[in-house]
């Protein structure tokens, strides 16, 4: 989003990336079991972080096994079971707790209470604490009777879960399905009527369909449009920057160079490499420099070029060396290593610029199935970020090498990566944050981590 | 730059080579060897940049994003009389144009009043009219006609067929049509119930309607009323369960909730997020530019000046207008440039910065005058005459960029009230080409003077606009395009029309 830089500062005191009101937001996930409420909470903290929204999540299922060493068994879950329902009201109370803490006096901007919270009466409890502490509340509640979709959840989470680990898949699934059985009879679903007056989105059948209602801000809209574009469908995403670049051999960034010899083998690698993968429909992007259409082009499939995709731009540092950037801007080469991420080239742009302009990539990513994006190595960290949770400080160091190919498979509540390097050699482009980052440091400390170059 | 050639290169290479220094034919990479590549594929999924451009006609702005399928799409509008179809119908049309996406909209209304030329009475509709039944059907066809004649045949991407559609038969028909045709059908109902509502609709677009023109208020109101009646009986709101395998989004109570169901591909996605944001809450935009900076003084482009003493003038005039306007709640937005944040701050009040509403990037032309780049880039300068919109300056932006990074604005535009938005020209030339409806080839064109204030307000299916201009002079900044765009034209042919400066 926006930065918003308040004239006289932002009235709470806040730097808010996205700048929507003062009043933090309190998400209320509702749903049974094995509904997806977890993996819809940790999806959209992680979507939510990567713009800048300061966003965490609260499973009250965590601070119950955290109270609770060990879980016996569903009956636990009865609803007649009074141990169990104080327990469990003590677990939600210490996890509001934690909300009011990381809202109230940690900055946090969005709080996802991640619980079943499956009756009304529970549900008003949330909103009156919201409103006590000027919360905005917006519920998600997930309603799935599809049994082959919540036995695939079973599989995917359940199973491995900490309170199976002595059990068989067989035994956990029993006592799973027991465990739901224990919340169906008190389950009171987000009703038009009777709801009528909060704010929510009701997903029905993983996506099939949709209920909003009393969208109230933007940070809400937002967040319904990024429900409404996610999916679960199986897919993979490769990640991988153009072929080696002329100006990658000398060492200089940037540009809009065409690919080195070594480049022009590795997209020849790279199209039977596709080939032998045999992925289903696969999309193609690029972006609209050289250097990566000239990559897709060996695939001698369709793509689409895209200019968001492009490389972050240097500004007055395009295609000088690190050598040169020290010699004429020392500067400013010591401040972007205090502050790689957020640092803007003169008249060029910052990390943290990348990350609002990829968001459509990311959105529309997220609504695709299997799609293999040619980039470039900013580009390529800021998308990893954001499939691998890794926040603002990892960000600008994470390491894309060129010539690899880097597949994404989302399981469970995360993401598999598997690094295929494709055989073709390539200068290093990564360079380290180096140990001084003074302003006043020497040459040769500023340079230390350059990799190799012509 | 004199394009070099390699005699060791090929001949693919060669083109990318000479092309890419040339910014805009840069954008037309040479790549033979891909005709193979797309004529393989049905999908006009493209690797060539002209023909990567899924829609012919107006390319969109972010042509990459809504390149999917073939697939036209139809949506279809449902609803009882005076729920906002038509509005929306528009504001979807105008909003899909704006972005890229040729859309058209066909009201069956109209084709009816076309038809018959004068309206009677309410009793037109009564559901047992069978002369009346036949002349509506009869339209509906026609429209649907034309519906194909423009996607099939004029490279339409979407139409917007606005009629009420209220009975689940006339949909299955519209929905039968579109498969036949290959069109992804799209529904958009619109439900309210509230009578206020209602009864302010028909005061905002049904008494000015061509159909009440001899009539008073107050007999044009209880006759749309009576309209209306006609078509509750028959009326079958769209069913989560009867409907479930259609496309669609139900609109209640002009916003307050929405039930999306089966949305297939990313412009219906796209579609909705728009419908979702957008409200009808009285208030005003206010568009207007920095004030007067040092850069403009000398006809310089680009940059990231300062005001001039004038500017500085006009920062403390625009203070005062806002003041004496006395808006409720005003959110103030500013670009990230000094220019905009200098006049913002003479406010006093706080304001948001936005990346995305910084001036367009000249690339290498950045800082030059007009003169400069016809001596030192006359090439490029011919070619941005001759399509201002899609001309890309060297390592710079082009309008149609510009387009693309602006529509979150214009989403966020949507979904606030009033708001004031100091800006830049070619900045606001995109965002007023959105709110007035002006196709690409006059956006880079509209007149956005310094010192000058528009005020739009939404009313019936328009914007109404005022021009106020806040006293201070300024320089004009303003290049009509000249009459001769040939790349072999003089200087002063070039140079005709730039406005004087120091």
């Keep these: 989003m926006w930065r918003c830089r308040r004239g006289g500062g932002c009235p709470q005191g806040r730097h808010c990336r996205v700048c929507m009101t003062n009043c933090p937001t309190l998400i209320v996930m509702v749903g049974l079991p094995a509904r997806g409420k977890t993996y819809i909470s940790k999806k959209l903290t992680r979507y939510l972080n990567w713009i800048g929204v300061p966003t965490k999540e609260f499973n009250v299922g965590q601070y119950r096994r955290d109270l609770v060493k060990k879980y016996k068994s569903f009956e636990f879950f009865l609803p007649d079971n009074e141990e169990g329902l104080k327990i469990r009201k003590r677990c939600a109370l210490a996890a509001l707790n934690d909300v009011r803490q990381y809202l109230s006096e940690e900055n946090g901007h969005v709080a996802v209470f991640d619980a079943t919270n499956t009756t009304r009466e529970r549900r008003e409890t949330i909103y009156k604490f919201g409103e006590e502490n000027g919360y905005k509340t917006f519920f998600v509640e997930s309603v799935c009777v599809d049994p082959e979709v919540i036995a695939a959840n079973i599989v995917q989470v359940k199973l491995g879960s900490p309170d199976y680990v002595d059990c068989s898949n067989d035994e956990a699934t029993e006592d799973f399905m027991k465990r739901i059985e224990c919340y169906k009879n008190s389950y009171e679903t987000l009703d038009e009527t009777l709801d009528k007056d909060l704010s929510y989105i009701k997903i029905m059948d993983v996506g099939r369909s949709y209920l909003v209602n009393r969208v109230m801000d933007h940070i809400q809209s937002r967040i319904v449009y990024y429900l409404m574009n996610i999916h679960v469908t199986p897919r993979s995403i490769?990640?991988?920057?153009?072929?080696e670049s002329e100006l990658n051999l000398k060492g200089r960034i940037g540009g809009d160079p065409g690919l080195s010899v070594r480049g022009k083998e590795f997209a020849k690698s790279?199209?039977?490499?596709?080939?032998?993968?045999?992925?289903?429909?696969?999309?193609?992007w690029t972006s609209q420099m050289k250097r990566t259409i000239q990559t897709a082009e060996a695939l001698g499939v369709p793509y689409e070029q895209w200019k968001v995709l492009n490389e972050i731009d240097a500004g007055v540092c395009e295609e000088m060396t690190y050598e040169e950037i020290q010699e004429n801007y020392p500067l400013e080469f010591a401040l972007r290593d205090q502050d790689k991420y957020r640092y803007r080239y003169p008249k060029g742009e910052s990390y943290e610029?990348?990350?609002?302009r990829l968001e459509p990539v990311i959105m529309e990513l997220e609504r695709q199935e299997n799609v293999l994006v040619i980039c470039h190595q900013a580009v390529m960290r800021c998308l990893l970020a954001y499939f691998l949770d890794k926040p603002a400080e990892q960000l600008p160091y994470l390491k894309c090498p060129l010539h690899t190919v880097l597949k994404l498979t989302p399981v469970a509540y995360g993401c598999k990566v598997e690094s295929i390097f494709l055989n073709v050699e390539a200068v290093n482009t990564h360079r380290d944050k180096p140990e001084n980052v003074g302003v006043d440091r020497s040459r040769e400390e500023a340079l230390r981590t350059v990799p190799n170059h012509l």
């Design 353 to 356: 610029d990348l990350v609002q």
């Design 270 to 284: 790279l199209a039977q490499f596709i080939n032998e993968q045999n992925i289903k429909d696969l999309k193609v």
């Design 238 to 243: 490769y990640l991988c920057r153009h072929g």
